[in-house]
Nanobody
Framework: VQLQASGGGLVRAGGSLRLSCEAS????NTWRVRWYRQAPGKMRE???????????DYVDSVKGRFACSRDDGQNTYYLQMNNLKPEDTAVYYC???????????WGQGTLVTVSS
């Protein structure tokens, strides 16, 4: 399985972006996708997740602004980001966890820059 992340870019504060994470290869039907971000000079942090039961989880800093979704037919997972703030500037990563094999697959990261 390989993950291809896309959708990052430059946006003004208050704007929106949608990140995509497309998985190639065979993806079993029990999985969880976690989204992380790493701001300059900071540790990578977990921000959101979605699993095959459509259960989502968000950290407080993005709750109400970010939303995870999925397109099982395309093996693609999305992170919709609304009302972006300058402090959301970071490289965003997706990670696919397959429950049966306990394997983790990382996307390559996509840069989001939010200007004030």
């Amino acid at each position: 399985v390989q993950l291809q992340a896309s959708g990052g870019g430059l946006v003004r504060a208050g704007g929106s972006l949608r990140l995509s994470c497309e998985a190639s290869g065979n993806v079993p039907n029990t999985w969880r996708v976690r989204w992380y971000r790493q701001a300059p000079g900071k540790m990578r942090e977990f921000i959101a997740s979605i699993d095959n039961r459509n259960i989502t989880d968000y950290v407080d800093s993005v709750k109400g602004r970010f939303a995870c979704s999925r397109d099982d037919g395309q093996n693609t997972y999305y992170l919709q980001m609304n009302n972006l703030k300058p402090e959301d500037t970071a490289v965003y990563y997706c990670k696919l966890f397959l429950l049966l094999s306990m394997a983790n697959y990382w996307g390559q990261g996509t840069l989001v820059t939010v200007s004030s």
